[in-house]
């Protein structure tokens, strides 16, 4: 059973980059068709796509973030990374990382973690 | 983007009763190509993250009860749950993976009356 897990500041100061890493155990990030994904839930709302990621480094994002974007692997530590720039307070939001299953739907999901863009 | 909008924003329903939940895309989310309705359900109870429930519209996730069912095709689906339990208590989503951006509905809160 796969299992993702979040991890990076809580707390970020407007017009600076969001980073967090999600790190893979219970399977390789370079094993079966599977997409690693970011999603966000900020407060209140439902849930956002950001971007996909393939072990081989092959991203889709979503075009509404893509300009301040960007996703990484590191297969070697079977971990990937999220990297947004320029936030705002909109982008306050609990961060998930998930895999997907044999299409584009999520079928594992991380514990989410809070980031906070405040002053 | 494909717009998915749900229905009702909350429901409460007695335990051991028939809840239903409705989500209504945009636009068409069935390849006719495979057949298949790109649509999945989700559960998110108080504190957690989402558990996949269903795709393809109504295949079931492994481990899912099968009090779990949806059903639909094109732009409408329903997820029912045919007996209420406690632990049902939650939020769920509805999402499409037709076409990016890979959206979701903005959720149905699910009570016990």
């Known amino acids: 059973q796969v299992q993702l897990q979040e991890s990076g500041p809580g707390l970020v100061k407007p017009s600076q980059t969001l980073s967090l890493t999600c790190t893979v155990s219970?399977?390789?990030?370079?094993?079966?068709?599977?997409?690693w994904t970011w999603i966000r839930q900020r407060p209140g709302k439902g849930l956002e796509w950001i971007a996909f990621?393939?072990?081989?480094?092959?991203?889709y994002y979503n075009p509404s973030l893509e300009s301040r974007l960007t996703v990484s692997v590191a297969p070697s530590k079977n971990q990937f990374s999220l990297r947004l720039s320029s936030v705002t307070a909109a982008d306050t939001a609990v961060y998930f990382c998930?895999?997907?299953?044999?299409?584009?739907?999520?079928?594992?999901w991380g514990q989410g973690t809070l980031v906070t863009v405040s002053s | 983007d494909i717009v998915m909008t749900q229905s009702p924003d909350s429901l409460t329903v007695s335990l051991g009763e028939r809840a239903t939940i409705n989500c209504k895309s945009s636009?068409?989310?069935?390849?006719?190509?495979?057949?298949?309705?790109?649509l999945a359900w989700y559960q998110q109870k108080a504190g957690q993250s989402p558990k996949l429930l269903i795709y393809?519209?109504?295949t079931r996730e492994s481990g899912v009860p099968d009090r779990f069912s949806g059903s639909g095709s094109g732009t409408d689906f329903t997820l029912t749950i045919s007996s209420l339990q406690a632990e049902d208590v939650a939020v769920y989503y509805c999402?499409?993976?037709?076409?990016?951006?890979?959206?979701f509905g903005q959720g149905t809160k699910l009570e016990i009356k």
């Open positions: 998930a895999r997907t299953g044999t299409d584009n739907y999520f079928d594992s």
């Open positions: 219970g399977g390789s990030i370079i094993s079966g068709a599977r997409y």
């Open positions: 990621i393939y072990y081989n480094g092959n991203t």
């Open positions: 636009q068409t989310v069935f390849y006719s190509s495979n057949n298949k309705n790109f």
């Open positions: 393809w519209a109504s």
């Open positions: 999402q499409q993976y037709f076409s990016s951006p890979y959206t």
